[in-house]
């Protein structure tokens, strides 16, 4: 009847790995790291009627290090993607005089007319 045991899994022990700001961002994080077969547990805030707050990304001891050198890895290749926003700037943004560009200009100039006027309207007074 009982020949046999059913082999016995022993849980792994689970560390913490990154505390993430949102859900989001852990869901994002849990995603890379199952990709490459590492299973995670994600706690914290993760949903409810307001779920704001840090989330906590938690892997295997086993595989601590290696989703590190994961995560690792993508900030890395991160760092040498370029941002939109480095990109050359538009005619609009292009600085014309005195460092300042058209639209700084204007309001400049704007100013300097509101100032003027203030300053006529007061001597003539």
């Excluded at 022990?13 to 994080?29: D, E, Q, S, Y």
Aim: charged share 20%; glycine share 8%.
């Amino acid at each position: 009847m009982f020949d046999k045991a059913a082999p016995r899994q022993t849980p792994h022990r689970m560390v913490h790995l990154r505390t993430m700001p949102n859900a989001f961002g852990a869901r994002v994080v849990a995603a890379r790291l199952g990709a490459d077969g590492i299973p995670t547990q994600l706690r914290g805030n993760l949903d409810g009627p307001y779920p704001f707050g840090g989330v906590s990304v938690w892997v295997t001891e086993h595989d601590a290090e290696e989703a590190s050198e994961l995560l690792l890895a993508d900030e890395v290749e991160a760092a040498f993607v370029p941002h939109p926003d480095d990109e050359e700037p538009c005619q609009s943004r292009r600085v014309v005089a005195f460092g300042m560009t058209r639209r700084q200009l204007l309001a400049a100039g704007g100013l300097v007319v509101a100032l003027w006027a203030g300053l006529f309207a007061r001597l003539m007074a």
